[in-house]
């Protein structure tokens, strides 16, 4: 998973916990009294959104084509809602979130984690000098050692493998050209995924995630997602019913962690 999980019951909003980094003391005398530190603590807000999605089917239907759909109707159903986890997810990379004991503060996303997006060229795509960039804004943070990850778009990848073809005739290089896609590449140490469904600026401008698991968190509720096939004996016909649902919701868990790279299009 690209976020940590967390699970929750019964509950209309979660916080989650998250303890910033803190320094340890330096001992100067035998036997003296132990001094407790006093760590920030941060406590962002994870709600809830809800979904579903019924897809109907009759017996008529069944038999015109000589098999029964339900299993293509519950995969259809299934992706349906995991698009609707991508979103949540998407959405909460950059969205304002409620903070402390009791949700009364408003946290936007810090300026300061943000690429410009002229980096490489004025109102650039996507670029090498950009994940340079990034990477030195994570390791200020002394965000060091952990699995990073990078959403990107169909164009911010044919810019990327652009450049790399460009500028590049290592091993790597090569093999992404071969595959003809980032995905699975490890390029710069970076666990590259490929999605349409990012969003944009009030520029235009693509917003491209490059974060660390602990930057985000995934919370599911009673169960996550789930499916059932029923009868609707209500109905004329008594057609069959595939319904799913799930209970899910997205926060920023750790800033220090993630940082936006706008891209041009």
């Known amino acids: 998973s690209l976020f940590s999980p967390m699970t929750a019951v019964g509950k209309s909003a979660t916080v989650v916990n998250q303890i910033d980094a ?45 098999a029964s759909p339900t299993s293509e109707y519950v995969r259809g159903v299934v992706a349906a809602l995991n698009r609707k986890k991508d979103d949540e997810a998407i959405r ?60 990107l778009s169909p164009t911010q990848e044919t810019n990327l493998m652009d450049e790399i073809e460009v500028t590049s005739s290592d091993f790597t290089a090569k093999r992404i050209i071969d595959s003809g896609t980032m995905a699975g590449s490890g390029f710069m140490g970076i666990n590259w995924v490929i999605s349409n469904r990012l969003l944009t600026d009030t520029s235009g401008y693509r917003r491209v995630p490059l974060f660390a698991t602990a930057a985000m968190s995934f919370c599911s509720w009673d169960g996550g997602l789930k499916t059932t096939v029923s009868q609707r004996m209500d109905l004329r016909g008594h057609p069959w019913q595939v319904y799913g649902q799930g209970h899910f919701g997205a926060v920023r868990k750790d800033q220090k962690c993630i940082v936006e790279i706008p891209c041009a299009e």
């Open 92 to 151: 909460a990379f950059f969205a304002d979130r409620l903070m402390g004991e009791s949700a009364g503060t408003t946290d936007s996303f810090d300026s300061g984690n943000q690429v410009s997006v002229n980096v490489g060229g004025t109102a650039s795509g996507m670029n090498v000098q950009k994940l340079q960039k990034a990477l030195q804004i994570l390791r200020s943070l002394e965000v060091f050692d952990v699995q990073l990850h990078c959403v």
């Open 22 to 66: 803190f320094e340890a003391d330096e001992r100067s005398a035998l036997y003296d009294a132990i001094v407790f530190g006093e760590p920030t603590h941060t406590r962002p807000w994870v709600y809830p959104r809800h979904f579903d999605k019924a897809i109907p089917f009759d017996s008529i239907e069944a038999m015109q084509m000589n």
